[in-house]
């Protein structure tokens, strides 16, 4: 909101919705969106319920395209919050690492070898005319 402030925007702009942590003491409205309009709850969903749906969509293309069983395996813990999901774990501290410790600005020694068969054959060049050779005649 501060952001918002800045530009001259806070006027247009309200808090409408919120999660609450899993560590708040309250119980109620954890792991749910809430929109509230003066002071009364005017939409609640759980989070899972609302990723099942964002997933929907996706979750039918996988169906057909890929492994049905893999698309409901994947489409059944979407949004569970047991599931942690992918993360990133660094090896390095990346503040301590150096910019580019493989930079080499120097060109590379490469030979582009092309067949025939790899160039369309309106862009083949065309043979140069051979020069005809003639014996030496002796005088």
Do not use: Y
């Not at 501290?93 to 160039?119: C, D, G, M, Q, T």
């Amino acid at each position: 909101m501060q952001t918002l402030r800045e530009h001259g925007l806070s006027k247009f702009s309200h808090f409408v919705g919120k999660t609450r942590p899993q560590h708040a003491s309250l119980e109620v409205g954890k792991g749910e969106v809430q929109v509230w309009r003066d002071t009364k709850a005017v939409f609640t969903a759980k989070l899972q319920d609302l990723h099942q749906v964002w997933d929907a969509v996706s979750w039918k293309i996988c169906q057909q395209r890929d492994n049905p069983a893999g698309a409901d395996a994947e489409h059944a813990s979407a949004g569970n919050p047991a599931d942690p999901g992918l993360h990133v774990a660094l090896t390095f501290e990346p503040a301590k690492a150096p910019a580019a410790p493989a930079l080499n600005l120097s060109r590379p020694r490469v030979a582009v070898l092309l067949s025939r068969a790899s160039i369309p054959m309106w862009r083949w060049p065309t043979p140069s005319p051979r020069p005809v050779l003639k014996p030496a005649t002796s005088t």
